[in-house]
């Protein structure tokens, strides 16, 4: 089992950057898969950008390309997502997740991660 913890999360302003990082309780974090998903109020969850266990290939959903990046730290078990340009409709909760089966894939799709975090809340004022 893995615990993960996310953080950074708050209010900003349209245009404005936020920085969350998620941190793993163990150190086979190494050979996750990771990702950000995100879920605003009344919506599903959806894919946000993902990550292979060595850092080589990511993955971003097309509305944020360009505006966002993620990125991590295999020393620290972490996993980061830099957000810049952010706009209203960014606003939801933000979980990582890690994908313990298939290291190499930047997945999509929800039910491919093993392992969620409780979130942070994300909101984006106008």
């Known amino acids: 089992q893995v615990q993960l913890v996310e953080s950074g999360g708050g209010l900003v302003q349209a245009g404005g950057s936020l920085r969350l990082s998620c941190v793993a309780s163990?150190?086979?974090?190494?050979?996750?898969?990771m990702a950000w998903f995100r879920q605003a109020p009344g919506k599903e969850r959806e894919f946000v950008a993902a990550?292979?266990?060595?850092?080589?290939?990511?993955a971003y959903e097309d509305l944020v390309k360009g505006r966002f990046t993620i990125s991590r730290d295999n020393a620290r078990n972490s996993v980061y997502l830099q957000m810049n340009s952010l706009k209203p409709e960014d606003t939801a909760v933000y979980y990582c997740?890690?994908?313990?089966?298939?290291?190499?894939?930047?997945?999509?799709?929800?039910?491919?991660?093993?392992?969620w975090g409780p979130g942070t809340q994300v909101t984006v004022s106008s």
């Open positions: 997740a890690a994908d313990r089966d298939r290291p190499w894939a930047t997945s999509s799709f929800t039910n491919e991660y093993d392992y």
């Open positions: 163990r150190r086979t974090f190494s050979t996750y898969g």
């Open positions: 990550i292979t266990s060595n850092g080589d290939s990511t």
